[in-house]
């Protein structure tokens, strides 16, 4: 039987919140005082795991997401180089529309840029200082990137974890998707695209999350404290393990209807797109974060699908 994300979070972080409390409530016949803080203690590790899992799927996700980037934008230089087939890397580099479609920003922290598939020299950069930069050198001094870019060696696609000093010295990791565009410039230059992003910013949903989680426990452990004087222990746990339960259903169920709901819409407009219908095909998704970037990368796809569609029938007409 097929189980949405959205049932498999909500019925996971249910059962994490679930099982403990209701052990911890057929053994619990100790002061209430002391009980109290005992189940605030599992409530917060309920949150912590419900976190862990959360942020592992978001991470897995955000993968994904720099995958279909790169490929995006990939594609998108390819296409722009076969119709400019006279233009050099040179003509390339000094033309504002290219730039602006092989750099491009994807999430807060992270850009594609491209580089020369075979020197491994960066010819596009957001930071233009950094054009001109020969990866090569990055053998010594960030061994982890440098394989990653070698393992790319032979146009394939590859992808992978790293450590990078950002710009305030500070090591952080990221994540990188490499892409070669399949169309050589009239230099006879492939560019190898990059979609890079520091992976923090993957699990900046459940980071939000674990915030209000915990803002909700703090109060719960508020009223526990007030009422522990007036009420039995048995009392005590009932009332716990029913606020526990309808803060983590009610956070659990706006956690992932707010990543599934997205991710419907964009599966069905490329249902109609494997078929053909390019009706219907406007994708109305406003997430500032990965999600997001993956509905404008579809968009953009469908774009330059009906343009070639149409370009196709028209070139079929005249040859008719």
């Given amino acids: 039987m097929r189980i949405s994300i959205k049932y498999k979070l909500l019925t996971v972080m249910l059962f994490l919140s ?39 799927a978001l ?3 955000g993968a994904e997401l720099m995958k279909v980037k790169a490929g995006d934008v990939a594609k998108q230089v390819e296409i722009y180089i076969k119709e400019n087939p006279e233009m050099t890397l040179s003509d390339l580099q000094n033309d504002p529309e290219f730039r602006s479609i092989i750099v491009q920003d994807v999430g807060e ?40 870019l070698q393992s790319g060696w032979g146009y394939i696609d590859t992808s992978g974890y790293y450590t990078w000093s950002d710009e305030n010295g500070e090591i952080r990791d990221k994540y990188g998707y490499f892409v070669v565009a ?21 699990s900046e949903p459940s980071q939000r999350t674990e915030a209000k989680i915990q803002e ?15 009420m039995s222990t048995q009392n005590t746990v009932l009332i716990i393990t029913i606020l526990t339960i309808l803060v983590v259903t009610a956070i ?69």
């Fill in 109 to 148: 922290t992270g850009f594609t840029t491209g580089m020369d598939a075979d020197t491994l020299v960066i010819r596009f950069h957001r930071n233009s200082g950094d054009e001109g930069v020969d990866l090569h050198n990055k053998q010594d001094t960030n061994p982890e990137y440098y394989k990653l």
């Fill in 252 to 320: 659990s169920f706006f956690f992932a209807a707010s990543i599934t709901k997205p991710l419907h819409r964009l599966r069905d407009v490329a249902d109609r797109v494997s078929m053909g219908d390019m009706e219907d095909t406007e994708i109305d998704i406003a997430n500032e974060d990965e999600i997001g970037d993956l509905a404008e990368s579809f968009q953009r796809m469908i774009v330059s699908m009906k343009y070639y569609m149409s370009k196709s029938k028209a070139v079929t007409n005249s040859e008719d």
């Fill in 216 to 230: 909700k426990l703090t109060e719960t452990e508020e009223k526990i404290s007030k009422k522990t004087s007036e």
């Fill in 18 to 56: 679930v099982v403990p409390l209701a052990v911890l409530g057929m053994i619990s016949l100790q002061d209430s005082n002391t009980l109290s803080r005992e189940i605030a203690g599992e409530a917060q590790n309920i949150g912590e795991i419900s976190i862990d899992e959360s942020t592992e």
């Fill in 182 to 202: 399949q169309a050589p410039t009239a230099d006879n230059v492939f560019l190898r695209v990059g979609a890079t992003v520091y992976t923090d910013e993957f």
């Fill in 59 to 61: 991470t897995a996700l």
